[in-house]
C-alpha cells in the first residue's frame, strides 16, 4: 500500500505538471480536429493552428485557451493514481526480485495494461473536455464567435446525462479511447525506459541526471501521437458529434467518412499543436514524477 500511495502522490503532481504545461496546445488542437468540414468552395474556420489561437483569443481572450481545465484538473489525482498505480502493480507482477529493473518490453505489457484502467476514467473526462474547448469551432457559421452552449464541466455533464442516454452517454467514444489508451501508453513507457537506459548505459537508471529525465520523458509523449494521432481524432469526432442528429454511426464510419472527404491529412487535423504539447508537457509530467518519487524514497 506504502507504494501504491508513493506512485499516486508522484502521478498527481507529474499529472497537474503535464495539464499545466499542455492544455492551451490542447484547445487548438481539439479546435482544428472538430471543425465542420467546409462545402465545396468555402473556406475551413480555422486556417491553421495560429489562426484558431488568434480566433480564440479575439472571441474568448486567453482565457479560451484553458477552456475545458476543469474537468481533467478536478481528475487528475484519479487519473494518474490508476494509470501510475496501475503500472506499478504491473511492474511488481514482471519483477523477479524486487526492486529489479524492468526491460522497455517489460515496460511496453505494464503501459498497455495501465492504458487499459486508465481508459474508463479518460472517456467521460475527456468527452466532458472536448465538448467545452469544441463549441465555438461547432458553432453555426452566422452565429456569435462567443457562442456558448455549455457553462462549464459540471454543466457538460448534467446534460449528456439527461438528454443523451443517461451514463452511458458520458462513455460515448469509448472504444476509440482504448484503442488510443492501450497501445499510446504502452508505447510511452516503452520508449521512456529505453531512453533512460541507453542514456545511463544499462539497466541501472537511478543516477541520472533531470537533463536526461526531461529528453527521456519528452520524446516518449512525442511518440504517443505518433503511434495513435489518427485514433484521437476520431474520438474527437465521435465525442463532440450531435446526439440527436449524429454524422457517424460509429468509429470505423467516422474513420472511413474522414478519409473519404478529407483523406489522410483529415486524420492529422492538428498534429502540429499535439506535438509541440506533447514534448514540453511530457518532459514536465516524468521529470516532476521522477522527482517526487524519488523524494518519497
Same mark, same amino acid.
Given at each position: %500500500?506504502?507504494?501504491?500511495a508513493?506512485?499516486?502522490?508522484?502521478?498527481?503532481?507529474?499529472?497537474?505538471?503535464?495539464?499545466?504545461?499542455?492544455?492551451?496546445?490542447?484547445?487548438?488542437?481539439v479546435k482544428?480536429?472538430?471543425?465542420? $468540414?467546409?462545402?465545396p468552395?468555402?473556406?475551413?474556420?480555422?486556417?491553421?493552428? %495560429?489562426?484558431?489561437?488568434?480566433?480564440?483569443? $479575439?472571441?474568448?481572450?486567453?482565457?479560451?485557451?484553458?477552456?475545458?481545465?476543469?474537468?481533467?484538473?478536478?481528475?487528475?489525482a484519479?487519473?494518474?493514481?490508476?494509470?501510475?498505480?496501475?503500472?506499478?502493480?504491473?511492474?511488481?507482477?514482471?519483477?523477479?526480485?524486487?526492486?529489479?529493473?524492468l526491460s522497455?518490453?517489460?515496460?511496453?505489457?505494464?503501459?498497455?495494461?495501465?492504458?487499459?484502467?486508465?481508459?474508463?476514467?479518460?472517456?467521460?473526462?475527456?468527452?466532458?473536455?472536448?465538448?467545452?474547448?469544441?463549441?465555438?469551432?461547432?458553432?453555426?457559421?452566422a452565429?456569435?464567435?462567443?457562442?456558448?452552449?455549455?457553462?462549464?464541466?459540471m454543466?457538460?455533464?448534467?446534460?449528456?446525462?439527461?438528454?443523451?442516454?443517461g451514463?452511458?452517454g458520458l462513455?460515448?467514444? %469509448?472504444?476509440?479511447?482504448?484503442?488510443?489508451?492501450?497501445?499510446?501508453?504502452?508505447?510511452?513507457?516503452?520508449?521512456?525506459?529505453?531512453?533512460?537506459?541507453?542514456?545511463a548505459?544499462?539497466?541501472?537508471?537511478?543516477?541520472?541526471?533531470?537533463?536526461?529525465l526531461?529528453?527521456?520523458?519528452?520524446?516518449?509523449?512525442?511518440?504517443?501521437?505518433? $503511434?495513435?494521432?489518427?485514433?484521437?481524432?476520431?474520438?474527437?469526432v465521435i465525442?463532440?458529434?450531435?446526439?440527436?442528429?449524429p454524422?457517424?454511426?460509429?468509429?470505423?464510419?467516422?474513420?472511413?467518412?474522414?478519409?473519404a472527404?478529407?483523406?489522410?491529412?483529415?486524420?492529422?487535423?492538428?498534429?502540429?499543436?499535439?506535438?509541440?504539447?506533447s514534448?514540453?508537457?511530457?518532459?514536465?509530467?516524468?521529470?516532476?514524477?521522477?522527482?517526487?518519487?524519488?523524494?518519497?524514497?
Amino acid at each position: %500500500m506504502a507504494e501504491v500511495a508513493k506512485d499516486l502522490i508522484a502521478g498527481t503532481v507529474g499529472g497537474a505538471a503535464l495539464l499545466i504545461v499542455g492544455h492551451p496546445f490542447d484547445t487548438i488542437k481539439v479546435k482544428l480536429q472538430s471543425q465542420p $468540414t467546409p462545402l465545396p468552395g468555402q473556406l475551413p474556420k480555422y486556417s491553421g493552428a %495560429m489562426d484558431a489561437v488568434r480566433q480564440t483569443i $479575439t472571441a474568448e481572450g486567453p482565457k479560451g485557451l484553458f477552456k475545458g481545465m476543469g474537468a481533467p484538473l478536478a481528475t487528475v489525482a484519479a487519473f494518474n493514481a490508476i494509470l501510475f498505480s496501475a503500472r506499478g502493480r504491473m511492474e511488481a507482477l514482471l519483477r523477479s526480485e524486487p526492486g529489479a529493473p524492468l526491460s522497455p518490453n517489460q515496460q511496453i505489457v505494464c503501459g498497455a495494461g495501465a492504458g487499459v484502467a486508465v481508459s474508463f476514467l479518460a472517456c467521460p473526462t475527456e468527452l466532458i473536455k472536448c465538448r467545452l474547448q469544441a463549441q465555438s469551432a461547432l458553432a453555426a457559421p452566422a452565429s456569435s464567435a462567443g457562442v456558448v452552449k455549455y457553462g462549464g464541466p459540471m454543466d457538460v455533464a448534467k446534460l449528456v446525462l439527461r438528454s443523451e442516454g443517461g451514463l452511458r452517454g458520458l462513455f460515448k467514444g %469509448m472504444v476509440p479511447t482504448l484503442a488510443r489508451e492501450v497501445p499510446g501508453n504502452a508505447v510511452v513507457f516503452g520508449v521512456y525506459e529505453a531512453l533512460k537506459q541507453f542514456f545511463a548505459g544499462g539497466r541501472d537508471t537511478s543516477g541520472l541526471g533531470r537533463g536526461s529525465l526531461l529528453v527521456a520523458g519528452g520524446l516518449a509523449g512525442a511518440s504517443f501521437w505518433v $503511434t495513435v494521432y489518427p485514433t484521437d481524432v476520431v474520438k474527437s469526432v465521435i465525442q463532440v458529434d450531435d446526439y440527436h442528429k449524429p454524422k457517424y454511426s460509429g468509429s470505423v464510419d467516422a474513420f472511413k467518412k474522414i478519409l473519404a472527404s478529407e483523406g489522410f491529412r483529415g486524420l492529422y487535423k492538428g498534429f502540429g499543436p499535439a506535438m509541440a504539447r506533447s514534448v514540453p508537457a511530457n518532459a514536465a509530467c516524468f521529470l516532476a514524477y521522477e522527482v517526487t518519487r524519488s523524494s518519497l524514497g
